[in-house]
């Protein structure tokens, strides 16, 4: 328990009420007391700035939350529009692949043919540059499909997605009527 003294105690010191000695305590107590009040206004003011800061944090983090989100479902459409590019391209790849073979497979029967006609008849000249003139025309379709084909790949990531060159069925097929007639039958004129 602490001393407790009484005005009969600070008399006997020496001191008198009124004096110097007890209107400097009063000032120190006033000063403490001053100081306490400044400390709770000071406390009540940090405690404030601690709870904006705190929604201020919160806040942030739900930002961030969402951010997080956001760069999910991009990464996702990101991961999706890359896959979607890879099947197309290999479907374009397979299809022009397809194509060539095709054509090439044709250009070596057309050559074939020619070799078969030439033999044949020397004198059916005009059938055999119209062969000849056929295969050069589809060796260039050939090139100009070659040619789509790396201009769409440069292309396909622009957007722009140009339809390549058709070589008809039909017109395979009339080429390969005309070489059997034409071996068929070597005094037959070109249509």
């Known amino acids: 328990m602490t001393n407790v003294y009484t005005l009969k105690d600070i008399n006997n010191k020496g001191h008198r009420l009124g ?17 306490k009040a400044e400390i709770n206004d000071l406390c009540e003011k940090l405690l404030a700035k ?15 939350s969402q951010l997080n989100t ?3 479902k991009v990464r996702s459409q990101l991961i999706s529009e890359r896959k979607s590019h890879s099947e197309s391209q290999r479907g374009l790849e397979a299809k022009y692949t397809a194509e060539i073979q095709s054509l090439k497979s044709e250009i070596k029967t057309l050559k074939r043919k020619a070799t078969l006609a030439q033999k044949a008849s020397s004198a059916d000249k005009v059938q055999i540059l119209s062969l000849e003139t056929k295969i050069r025309e589809l060796e260039g379709k050939l090139e100009d499909i070659d040619l789509e ?26 080429l390969r009527l005309k070489l059997e007639r034409a071996n068929e ?4 004129q070109n249509d």
């Open 19 to 35: 004096s110097a000695y007890e209107q400097e305590l009063e000032k120190k107590l006033y000063t403490t007391l001053s100081s």
């Open 50 to 64: 601690n709870s904006e800061y705190s929604e201020r944090e919160e806040d942030i983090e739900n930002k961030i």
């Open 70 to 72: 956001s760069s999910t």
């Open 149 to 174: 084909r790396t201009y769409h790949d440069l292309d396909v990531m622009g957007g722009v997605v140009e339809e390549p060159a058709q070589i008809s069925s039909s017109e395979i097929e009339s």
């Open 185 to 188: 039958d070597p005094g037959l």
